[in-house]
């Protein structure tokens, strides 16, 4: 990715020699997500362009330089798959596209069994921030919880938050194939964007909720408009999680008086992730594989040198997860 708004290229580049405490690792796969559509927009301000996308990949360890165990201290060897988390530095050579150095610093987790590249790359960035989100929420079980958006991260949401314990998970979404896998990862009801309006997504969950409103609201869609509709479809007393808007999309109006004070709403911030998330979230992926189907949410499957179409894919919400597949 050269700069904004230009088509994506298509480098070699030569394997790098290891520096002490630094892994190559051999590209399973690597997801194509959101940011990497705010990065080709130059939605991110400070990114030292040139850069090669690839923030949450799944990789094969080749070798390393006196590394033998993970971040958690599990002993790692050629041959095993691992995940990373994230970025250390910016040096414009972190990322390769067929082959991944992670420099010293970088912290590594083995995927625990059984776990498969898949499942962890369906899931992806957004499998480690929405359940960042549910755990900031702190809901109880018991709670009503309201997904809005059904992303990549509201579709981890809506999963982490039923496995928490939530007495009914409700997700606003679109399109359809989107609140399909929203229910097959959780969520007892959807509400479909398309083809409700405001007003009947409110009376919906009005009327789910005896009339009070949700307990916790997560809004990980990314769209401001979700962020004065969650204010209304939140309890008094109750929690409202903002977790979509990595990027800054422009400010919203609320009322200070009606959607806060009035209400004693708690409302919390939680932008990105940290690898407590990554390392918790996996091992109850590996835990509860059979209810949290994430490699279902592979929409499709793309080589190197279709990294345009899969942006381009991620960007029109033609698929809702786009991984790329080096060979």
Known sequence: MTEPEAPLQLWTLDEPALEPGAVLL???????????????????????????????????????????????????????????????????????????????????????????????IGGGCGLFTGFGAVE????????????????????????????????QVIVIGAPDARLELGTRLGADVTLSLE?????????????????????????????????????????????????GHYTDVGPVEINPHLDINRKHADVRGHWGTDFRHVVRALRMLARHRDRLPFADVIGKRYGLDQANEALEDV??????KAIIQPG
């Open 315 to 320: 960007a029109a919400l033609r698929v809702t």
């Open 136 to 167: 900031r929420s702190e809901l109880e079980m018991g709670d009503t919880v309201l997904v809005q958006g059904a992303g990549p991260v509201g579709l981890s949401a809506a999963a982490f938050a039923a496995l928490r314990g939530a007495e």
């Open 26 to 120: 051999e590209t399973i796969a690597s997801e194509v997500c959101g940011t990497d559509v705010h990065l080709h927009h130059g939605r991110l301000a400070g990114v030292p362009y040139p850069i090669i996308p690839g923030h949450v990949s799944v990789g094969r360890v080749l070798e390393s330089a006196g590394v033998g165990r993970d971040a958690v201290g599990t002993p790692i060897a050629p041959g095993d798959t691992v995940t990373f988390y994230d970025v250390h530095e910016i040096c414009h050579a972190c990322y390769w596209s067929e082959r991944i150095y992670l420099k010293p610093g970088v912290k590594i987790f083995k995927l625990p069994e059984p776990l498969s590249a898949d499942a962890v």
């Open 195 to 243: 083809d409700l309006s405001r007003e009947e997504r409110s009376s919906s969950v009005r009327e789910l909720t005896s009339g009070r409103g949700a307990d916790v609201v997560i809004e990980a869609s990314g769209n401001p408009d979700a962020v004065p509709e969650g204010f209304d479809l939140l309890r008094d007393g109750g929690t409202y999680v903002i977790a």
